[in-house]
């Protein structure tokens, strides 16, 4: 079957750097999305990784290994605003789109 | 408009009802999607359209069934609504099948 996984939950300080991992075993690979969705709203795009290698948006870097199923989103910086979950999501072969559950990342003064 | 919308923003249903939740997107996107999120699951898919005339079942549609008369508007609609469809439900839209999706705010659907 499909699967993505991504960790749970994840704390962190106000001003550090963070990295949130997920890996995916998909039917095919066609892209790996990552959005951010703060509570009580709707998910809004951060990323969109096809090659491997390291996509770098500002305070935001998303990196991507295909051979390993691997790609792990990238924030430096923290700030108290970026407390938030955070999905991962996989386009298959299909072109259907595999969502991570999500990571409940939780920024600390 | 600006975006996309769904209405209502919050419901209380009893059993047994129907129910329509609406989506409208003024970007002119083709493709058109409701997923549902519950705790600890993530986005699931009810159903899709790549574009208009056309639908596709999603991982999770039973129960539901949607519509796609034009461009703009995607409902969807819930029969006789069960308690096990409480949940907050989005409306997503794309230029095409499955690029960058842009969301709606969410229906937070409650059925006793």
């Known amino acids: 079957g499909q699967n993505i996984d991504q960790p749970t939950e994840m704390t962190a300080t106000e001003g550090a750097i963070v990295q949130i991992n997920c890996t995916y075993q998909?039917?095919?690979?066609?892209?790996l999305f990552w959005y951010q969705q703060h509570a009580g709203e709707a998910p809004t795009f951060l990323s969109y990784?096809?090659l491997d290698g390291l996509e770098e948006k500002g305070r935001f870097s998303s990196f991507l290994s295909r051979s390993k199923g691997y790609s792990y989103l990238l924030l430096k910086e923290l700030q108290m605003k970026d407390s938030a979950s955070y999905l991962c999501a996989v386009r298959d072969s299909n072109y259907q789109l595999i969502w991570g559950a999500g990571t409940k990342l939780i920024i600390k003064p | 408009i600006a975006g996309i919308t769904q209405a209502p923003t919050s419901q209380i249903l009893a059993a047994g009802r129907r129910m329509t939740l609406r989506c409208t997107q003024d970007m002119r996107h083709n493709a058109m999607y409701w997923y549902r999120q519950d705790l600890g699951l993530g986005l699931r898919l009810i159903h899709y359209?790549?574009?208009?005339?056309?639908?596709g079942k999603g991982e999770v549609p039973d129960g539901y069934s949607v519509s796609r008369a034009n461009t703009d508007d995607f409902p969807l609609t819930l029969a006789s609504a069960v308690p096990s469809q409480t949940s907050v439900y989005f409306c997503a839209s794309s230029d095409s099948a499955n690029n960058e999706q842009f969301f709606g705010p969410g229906t937070r659907l409650t059925v006793l």
């Open positions: 359209s790549n574009t208009a005339g056309t639908t």
């Open positions: 998909t039917s095919g690979f066609n892209g």
């Open positions: 990784n096809v």
